[in-house]
């Protein structure tokens, strides 16, 4: 990939979402400082990929804003808040990123805060069980994020 950018100027831009990211992050800018590199994977590894370089994340994350307020603390010089919030909010990170049900989780997510106004998914999307939605609402309101959520109707 390294390579590639040095050979095609126009290919600079790369979503890594090969893991260890942090490290392959590290390794590519170190090959070619001139890459522009974005995390991925749900955010999981968000912090330690600005740390390592990346610019930002590309990711579906049902609180897109929370990501904006770690991205925008970092980039100001504020590490320990950067760290405090990504680390507050991993809980919820961690739980959305479920193999198999992850993009359920973040479509109820969507639908909870009004964005969408059905939480059901295509096929072959299962709709999610109800442990699983009870753990998520539980996860929401322990971290305050269910106060904000719009009260949707039933699909």
Known sequence: MATLGAEAPRCRFLKLEDEP?????????SANPGLVVFG??????FLEELKRGAVGTMTGFGFPEILVQIYQAFTAGRLDEATEIFYRYCPLIRFENQPRINLPIRKHIYYLRGALASPRGR???????????????????????????AKPSAP
């Open 21 to 29: 990211s942090p490290v392959k992050i590290f390794q590519l800018l």
């Open 123 to 149: 096929f072959p999307i299962a709709d999610l069980d109800t442990g699983t939605l009870a753990d998520l609402d539980d996860l929401l309101t322990r971290l305050g994020l269910a106060e904000s959520l």
């Open 40 to 45: 991925g994977l749900g955010g999981n590894m």
